[in-house]
């Protein structure tokens, strides 16, 4: 996939991205009622505080995803940040899952949606020496 292709279809996940983000793990996280974390089959914790902050955390990273999306070329170190963070992610759930069981779906549907964002922003993620010729295509058209 040549450059330009690659950032057209990098500014593509990362949309998907934010949106999966905010809508499934950021916004229920932070600000949800029981009743509505329940649909999710999360229990809310006697102590939420934890959750609130994870929820928080995830609210910071749609407005990172949405920095990178304006110029994925000049941010391509949150795009960077992105593999690590969503392999770390895919790497945990996977382990809790064998090691101690998870029978929540959306855990195991977030597991799947991680490892597959770590390959796409792996794959997609410009590189020094492609950032002028995709710049330029991307900004001709």
Known sequence: MNAPAKLVWLKRTLIVKIIIVALMWGLPSLLAPASVLKLFGVVMPADPFFLRIFGAVQCGLVYLYWLAYQDPI?????????????????????????????????????????????????YLTPQKSEAPLASAAYTAK
Request: net charge positive; hydrophobic share 55%; aromatic share 12%.
């Open 74 to 122: 000049k941010n391509r170190d949150i795009i960077r940040y992105a593999v690590i963070d969503n392999t770390l992610s895919f790497l945990t759930i996977l382990g809790v899952g064998l090691t101690t069981g998870i029978a929540n779906p959306t855990v195991w549907v977030s597991c799947v949606l991680v490892a597959l964002f770590a390959v796409a922003f792996w």
